[in-house]
């Protein structure tokens, strides 16, 4: 099987960074996309950032010039560097991934989420 799991949440003033981090692990052949969502207090899940395996790189435009997402294919992690955090961008934190296992099934896979709290 496959496993997501985040790390690097928590309680950060506005202005402040955080750094989000996800490890992939498993029976992994490889990974395609991979992405950040976050699900703000009773709101609905939205899309934050996505990476391709080559780099390619898309933004929310709410988080365009703030956040950045990078990955390392060699280790099948994917970071989410947040920079001048505002309130608003209180949220769970996902991450999510497009799969190619060994076994040459395909899986979208999410992980359980990290919480963010911007707050003075």
């Known amino acids: 099987q496959v496993q997501l799991v985040e790390s690097g949440g928590g309680l950060v003033q506005p202005g402040g960074s955080l750094r989000l981090s996800c490890a992939a692990s498993?029976?992994?052949?490889?990974?395609?996309?991979m992405a950040w969502y976050r699900q703000p207090p009773g709101k609905e899940r939205e899309l934050v950032a996505t990476?391709?395996?080559?780099?390619?790189?898309d933004y929310a435009d709410s988080v365009k010039g703030r956040f950045t997402i990078s990955r390392d294919n060699a280790k099948n992690t994917v970071l989410l560097q947040m920079n001048s955090l505002k309130p608003e961008d209180t949220a769970v934190y996902y991450c999510n991934a497009n799969i190619l296992t060994k076994s040459s099934y395909f899986m979208n896979s999410w992980g359980k989420g990290t919480l963010v709290t911007v707050s003075s």
């Open positions: 990476i391709t395996r080559t780099g390619n790189t």
């Open positions: 498993g029976s992994i052949f490889s990974i395609n996309t």
